[in-house]
């Protein structure tokens, strides 16, 4: 009887911590709509911090466009908070084109359709929730 009951009290204690342990994970799908050619390709990436919002992305990838328009779908992310950029790179030189004062030649966007004044978006106006499901973003250029 008594290694009956230490068999049920180890299983109990195994599947609680399992559970205990498992990580919830979503996709983040990126439909990018309005660009003005099918030429070049469109980089995305996903960010999880202020700090490195629109520098070191923690996934990245870069899509082909038909019909002026592309989707990305990032997959196992985890609950937290995000925000996504993208930049569509027409003439395939895998960088973002900017004149002499830096500002860029190429169309860009961000999670929420969020737009700088005088400077790129900022993470607040551009982040985002993951909680319980796919989350969709539909980014207009």
């Known amino acids: ?38 030429s070049g390709k469109v980089f995305v990436s996903l960010y999880n911090s202020e700090s490195s919002f629109l520098s070191k992305g923690i996934k990245a990838t870069y899509t082909k466009i038909e ?17 996504i950029s993208l930049f569509h790179d027409e003439n ?4 973002m084109d900017s004149n002499f004062l830096g500002i860029p030649k190429e169309a860009y966007g961000c999670s929420n359709n969020a737009r700088g004044f005088m400077g790129p978006p900022k993470w607040e106006d551009a982040k985002f929730q ?5 989350v969709k973003q539909i980014i207009k250029l």
């Open 1 to 38: 009887m008594q290694n009956l009951i230490k068999i049920f009290c180890i299983t109990i204690l195994s599947i609680c911590s399992s559970f205990a342990q498992e990580e919830i994970i979503n996709d983040i799908e990126v439909v990018i709509t309005n660009l003005s050619s099918n």
């Open 67 to 83: 019909n002026n328009n592309c989707k990305v779908t990032f997959k196992d992310v985890p609950f937290g908070v995000y925000a």
């Open 92 to 95: 395939g030189n895998n960088i």
């Open 130 to 134: 993951v909680t319980n499901s796919t």
